[in-house]
């Protein structure tokens, strides 16, 4: 049996903007505390993404107190402030791929900073405790719900599931192109696609569906330069079907806190 553990823990407070790693952080019923709790919306109030506004990527978040700071990466005196306690405003529904969630809006001076960014008009709306998203149901184990992320509470990825594709790469790419949750060392590459169970601290995390990977990929989180890799290599040796896959999309039971170093006891019974 290999020793797993924890190694990074990432947060992505906004859907699509970049996200930043934390030594610990709690589990909560969808997901990590924080994590995709916001997103962009058009005047649709249809999510925004990297896939077709690269410029999303030079976003970058970091929690501050009670607050959530958003700067433009190169320029870090170009910021806004959005406060962790929302308070209720205006409320409105959201789009998300297949489904309609309840959100908050935010005030017109932190829409109109997103939408002078990015040049599209656009707001920003945060998804309350009370907005409840179910997973894809063919996938479900009990009703589990989750936050504005593409579908799951969690992504996983093996630090061996990369340095295999890094070995295949002219340049080796950071974890960053593939927005996990959770990486963790040990083991060989893609020891996360056999598991059917695993604990964390008692919270029992179950992969469910690998994780089909996007343009979003292909984007440099530095400059939002875009190319080809990792998606023309991955397509050699980690294609199903017309799809590319990467990573394990996770389901769990249970609260508590996760940290840096913490152990992944595999369980497939």
Sequence with gaps: MSNYHVSEIYIYPIKSLGGFSVESTEVTDRGFKHDRRWMLVDNNNSFLSQRKHKQMSLLQTELCGSKLKVFVKNYPNDKIEIPLEQEI?????????????????????????????????????????????????????????????????????????????????????PINRFRPNLVFTGGLPHDEDTWKKFLINEIVFKPVKPCARCVITTIDQRNANQGIEPLKTLATYRSVGNKVMFGMNLLHEGNGIIKIGDVLKISNN
Excluded: H
């Design 89 to 173: 405003k205006k409320t409105s529904k959201a789009i998300v791929w297949d489904d309609e969630v309840n959100v908050i809006e935010s005030s017109e001076k932190i829409n109109e900073w997103f939408s002078e960014y990015l040049n599209i008009e656009c707001k920003l709306v945060y998804m309350p405790d009370d907005s409840r998203r179910k997973v894809d149901q063919r996938f479900a184990n009990n009703n589990e719900i989750t936050n504005l992320s593409d579908g799951y509470p969690f992504l996983i990825i093996g630090q061996e599931s990369l340095n295999l594709l890094n070995s295949k790469l002219d340049e080796p790419l």
